[in-house]
């Protein structure tokens, strides 16, 4: 895959358009409460950020975490129990600081609190598009977080990790940022002093042996999916950036002077995603059923070439889907290959499959490679 050589720059004068996610972490203190501190500084240089004329998204968490720290429940509660009380709780607390603080510098912020499910069709996922486009074109920060009070705990984001990939390309940000407790991906424990940050991570780079999936303190990510959001999001085209949201002027910095803050980047892919793909890239947990390749298909459909889905590569379905509907593309072995929109319901998927000369089950422009 072709990769884009350049590093930061937003230092023109076009308008940019960046979403900046913040862990748990970085904006309650460990025994709940919000650390104002962290919250204040962040707003600062995104007030400083919006007022140079770009336009900013925030994906906040800390609901649960501020939460935690605001009650102690009367009795022991199951983890949704919990989970919906604390984020109750801790979103509105966390959104009268954000207001505060964003309302010293004149600007106004709005609350978006939304669902998987809310982009799970194309509609929906519009719908939720048209929301946020609104909002910065009235000059309003949206500041975004998981409903956790309503999600069902089998049809949640990872975190907002994934969460933030998702407005990222889904609103044609420049850029993704994600503040962490840690300044990047380290080839080994942060905590270690032989382990050393990784600046640039392109998509040939293998970081397995470097990243483990366990996570710190509250929150639900671990550096592992950030890392796989980080690296799904830029290989769709946009820049990805994991920071320390707690270091002096990080985001201000990363944006002037981005040599002088210890950061990851992920490298964005030279050749973006149309709209469509972006969506159906992040679609893969709607899928309503999987069509199962030969391996000849598989093979092909791997080799990156522009290649519809035809009926002569499929053996076997799996589940039952309208014309329109997400489905996932499997190879002999059951892994996943592919992820795309149906241009044939299953019914006749199963009547054609095997046969030549006929349409596509997926259309090229509706097929996303994994
Ligand atoms: N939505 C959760 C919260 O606000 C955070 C999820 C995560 O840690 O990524 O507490």
Same mark, same amino acid.
């Given at each position: 895959?072709?990769?884009?050589?350049?590093? /930061?720059?937003?230092?023109?004068?076009?308008?940019?358009?960046?979403?900046?996610?913040?862990?748990?972490?970085? !904006?309650?203190?460990?025994?709940?409460?919000?650390?104002?501190?962290?919250?204040?500084?962040?707003?600062?240089?995104?007030?400083?950020?919006?007022?140079?004329?770009?336009?900013v998204?925030?994906?906040?968490?800390?609901?649960?975490?501020?939460?935690?720290?605001?009650?102690?429940?009367?009795?022991?509660?199951?983890?949704?129990?919990?989970?919906?009380?604390? #984020?109750?709780?801790?979103?509105?607390?966390?959104?009268n600081i =954000?207001?505060?603080?964003?309302?010293?510098?004149?600007?106004?912020?709005?609350?978006?609190?939304?669902?998987?499910?809310n982009?799970?069709?194309?509609?929906?996922?519009?719908n939720q598009?048209?929301c946020?486009?609104?909002?910065?074109?009235?000059?309003?920060?949206?500041?975004?977080n998981?409903?956790?009070?309503?999600?069902?705990?089998?049809?949640?984001?990872t975190?907002?990790?994934?969460?933030?990939?998702?407005i990222?390309?889904? /609103?044609?940000?420049?850029?993704l940022? /994600?503040? #962490?407790?840690?300044d990047?991906? =380290?080839?080994?424990?942060?905590?270690?002093?032989?382990?050393?940050?990784?600046?640039?991570?392109?998509?040939?780079?293998?970081?397995?042996?470097?990243?483990?999936?366990?996570k710190?303190?509250?929150?639900?990510?671990?550096?592992?999916?950030?890392?796989?959001?980080?690296?799904?999001?830029?290989?769709?085209?946009?820049?990805?950036?994991?920071?320390?949201?707690?270091?002096?002027?990080?985001l201000?910095? !990363?944006?002037?002077?981005?040599?002088?803050?210890?950061?990851?980047?992920?490298?964005?892919?030279?050749?973006?995603?149309?709209?469509?793909?972006?969506? /159906?890239?992040?679609?893969? #947990?709607?899928?309503?059923?999987?069509?199962?390749?030969?391996?000849?298909?598989?093979?092909?459909?791997?080799?990156?070439?522009?290649? #519809?889905l035809?009926?002569?590569?499929?053996?076997?379905?799996?589940?039952?889907?309208?014309a329109?509907?997400?489905?996932?593309?499997?190879?002999s072995?059951?892994?996943?290959?592919?992820?795309?929109?149906?241009?044939?319901?299953?019914?006749?998927?199963?009547?054609?499959?095997?046969?030549?000369?006929?349409?596509?089950?997926?259309? =090229?422009?509706?097929?996303?490679?994994?």
């Amino acid at each position: 895959m072709k990769t884009n050589p350049n590093t /930061i720059n937003l230092m023109s004068t076009d308008r940019k358009r960046i979403v900046v996610k913040v862990g748990s972490n970085v !904006l309650t203190h460990s025994d709940g409460t919000p650390n104002v501190t962290n919250m204040s500084a962040l707003v600062d240089q995104i007030a400083e950020i919006h007022s140079a004329g770009h336009q900013v998204v925030v994906v906040s968490s800390g609901a649960v975490a501020c939460g935690r720290g605001a009650i102690e429940p009367s009795r022991q509660l199951d983890p949704v129990e919990s989970r919906q009380l604390f #984020s109750a709780i801790g979103q509105i607390r966390l959104m009268n600081i =954000y207001s505060n603080l964003f309302g010293l510098h004149n600007i106004v912020i709005g609350q978006v609190l939304t669902q998987k499910e809310n982009f799970s069709s194309r509609t929906s996922y519009l719908n939720q598009r048209g929301c946020m486009l609104t909002m910065l074109e009235n000059g309003v920060v949206p500041v975004v977080n998981e409903n956790d009070t309503a999600s069902l705990t089998e049809l949640m984001f990872t975190d907002n990790d994934e969460l933030s990939g998702l407005i990222a390309t889904m /609103i044609d940000a420049t850029m993704l940022v /994600i503040l #962490s407790n840690v300044d990047g991906i =380290y080839t080994g424990d942060p905590a270690d002093s032989s382990s050393q940050l990784i600046a640039r991570v392109s998509a040939d780079d293998n970081l397995s042996d470097y990243v483990s999936e366990t996570k710190s303190g509250f929150g639900r990510g671990g550096m592992g999916t950030k890392c796989n959001t980080a690296r799904k999001v830029a290989s769709e085209g946009v820049m990805v950036v994991i920071a320390k949201g707690d270091r002096r002027n990080v985001l201000t910095d !990363l944006i002037n002077c981005p040599d002088s803050v210890p950061h990851t980047l992920f490298v964005p892919s030279s050749e973006p995603l149309s709209k469509v793909k972006r969506w /159906i890239a992040h679609s893969g #947990s709607f899928a309503k059923g999987s069509i199962c390749v030969n391996d000849q298909a598989a093979e092909m459909l791997r080799s990156e070439k522009a290649l #519809s889905l035809l009926p002569v590569g499929v053996v076997s379905t799996d589940g039952s889907w309208e014309a329109g509907d997400i489905v996932a593309v499997v190879d002999s072995k059951g892994q996943r290959i592919a992820v795309g929109k149906a241009a044939v319901d299953s019914a006749q998927t199963v009547q054609t499959m095997g046969c030549h000369g006929q349409r596509p089950i997926i259309h =090229y422009d509706y097929l996303y490679l994994e």
